[in-house]
C-alpha cells in the first residue's frame, strides 16, 4: 500500500511540474527576456526530468515512445491514460506549492 501511495504522488508531481512548466515556455513566448521566469522554467524542468528518471525506475515507464524493451515490453503493465486508475484527482482543500 506504501509503494502505491509513492508511485500515485510521484505521478501527482511530475503532472503538476509539467503543467508548470507548459505554462511558464507560454509565458517565456511573450517574455523571453524575462531571466527569473526562465530561471523557474529550467529548474522545473530539471525536477520533473529527475521525477521522471525515479519514477521510470521504481514503477515502470510513463510513455511507450520512451520505453526500454528487455526481457519483455513493460508499457503494457501499466495503467494507460485514458483508464480511471492512471488519472488522479486532488482532495477537496489539496493545493499544490510548487517552486
Given amino acids: 500500500m506504501e509503494r502505491d501511495c509513492e508511485k500515485k504522488e510521484l505521478l501527482k508531481k511530475i503532472t503538476m ?13 511573450t517574455h523571453p527576456c524575462d531571466a527569473r521566469a526562465l530561471a523557474c522554467y529550467n529548474e522545473t524542468v530539471r525536477e520533473a526530468d529527475r521525477c521522471r528518471v525515479h519514477y521510470e525506475a521504481d ?12 526481457d519483455d515490453w513493460p508499457w503494457k503493465d501499466e495503467p494507460w491514460p485514458w483508464q480511471a486508475s492512471f488519472n488522479f484527482s486532488l482532495g477537496e482543500g489539496e493545493t499544490y506549492v510548487g517552486l
Avoid at 511540474?17 to 507560454?26: I, P, Q, R, V
Avoid at 514503477?59 to 524493451?69: I, K, V, W
Wanted: charged share 10%; with cysteine; proline share 4%.
Fill in 17 to 29: 511540474l509539467d503543467f508548470t512548466a507548459t505554462d511558464l515556455g507560454l509565458f517565456l513566448n
Fill in 59 to 70: 514503477f515502470g515507464p510513463l510513455c511507450g515512445a520512451r520505453s526500454l524493451g528487455g
